[in-house]
């Protein structure tokens, strides 16, 4: 059996969020390892994202489709099930997994909103190089079969796997049926992330170790860089190390570690094409 062609793409997740996040991308692809981002199209930061990505024409970007621990791009009286006074989705997963299973009228408002972040994206302009979600919601099967079905209408080509070589024994199963679904559809995808198991700790280190053992076939590293500031970005990230993730991608030796493994480096589009 032939080996599988290998491939690296870099990524860092929560473009938009807040513009010390969008410089830290704009400066790790400048100076840096950085390949790919995917944009919080309804984040607070969104438009200042927009503008950097236009003015960096390497830059693959994605959408970052946020349903869990976000703002929605809807207006709230459209989708009144499934966020809050504000407009923010909860980050009560399970409780919203089994709701938009179970409840066709959340279901169809889910839909709703998922439609409106991809036109969102298709406004700025910018070539969808993939598509993610917020927290890997997208492993929840009636979130996947939304974004195939509406993904397919404004161009969607590839997708995260998020599998980890490190992912438990139960978790195994799941992603072979995600990963199914997105052959069966035709949606090009990677064969494994690193990123999981150290969300938020992505430092040096860690990227040396991993890119010293990488697995055959087609890899995505993400995570979350961010110049410092004085306040956490989300309360999910108080104890991410966003800095530090910073500092790797603008580390000589995880560029020269990635130079020496000789393998197409890119976005999803351009490692995964054909």
Known sequence: MAAKPRGLIVTADDFGL?????????????????????????APAADDAVARARALPGLRVGLHLVLADGDAVMPRDGIAALVDEHGRFGDNMVRDGVR????????????????????????????????NTHKHFHLHPTVLGLILEIGREYGMRAMRLPFEVSAPVWLRPWISRVRARLDRAGIAHNDYVVGIADSGRMDEAVWLAALA?????????????????????????RDYRHADELQALLSPRVGEAIRGLGVPVGGFGDVLRG
């Open 18 to 42: 807040h513009q010390r996040v969008n410089l830290a991308v704009e400066q790790a692809h400048r100076h840096g390892v950085l390949t790919a981002a995917s944009l919080m199209i309804g």
């Open 100 to 131: 938009f299973f179970f409840l066709p009228h959340v279901r169809k408002q889910l839909a709703r909103e998922i439609r409106a972040q991809f036109e969102a994206f298709a406004k700025t302009g910018l070539t969808l190089d993939h598509v």
């Open 213 to 237: 053992d990488l697995p055959h076939g087609v890899g995505e590293i993400y995570c979350h860089p961010a110049f410092a500031g004085d306040r956490v970005l989300s309360d999910g990230m």
